[in-house]
């Protein structure tokens, strides 16, 4: 079963920048699968961010087009989450999800001034 570790998260003030990063135990079959990420705040539905196809076709949830790029390296098993202008509404634990349920444990984004 594949695993899946996020990292990059941390404190940053409001219209900063971040870069989550997600790499996959077993990378052989990593370029078949759609992967995405997830965030979810306290007491809130973990909730849709960002997909991105195995043709590199990416979509957005329109709370953060525009300020967020999903990306995938397929050579390193990696997926990644360029955050900019960062709001404190973005504030949550992220989370990286391959298609078929495989979910890794969430990395913590705090924006705060």
């Known amino acids: 079963q594949v695993q899946l570790v996020e990292s990059g998260g941390g404190l940053v003030q409001p219209g900063g920048s971040l870069r989550l990063s997600c790499v996959a135990s077993?990378?052989?079959?990593?370029?078949?699968?759609?992967m995405y990420w997830y965030r979810q705040a306290p007491g809130k539905q973990r909730e849709f961010v960002a997909g991105?196809?195995?043709?590199?076709?990416?979509d957005y949830a329109e709370s953060v087009k525009g300020r967020f790029t999903i990306s995938r390296d397929n050579a390193k098993s990696a997926v990644y989450l360029r955050m900019n202008m960062l709001r404190p509404e973005d504030t949550a634990v992220y989370f990286c999800?391959?298609?078929?349920?495989?979910w890794g444990q969430g990395t913590q984004v705090t924006v705060s001034s």
């Open positions: 077993t990378g052989s079959r990593f370029h078949i699968y759609p």
């Open positions: 999800y391959q298609l078929g349920g495989a």
């Open positions: 991105i196809g195995s043709d590199n076709r990416t």
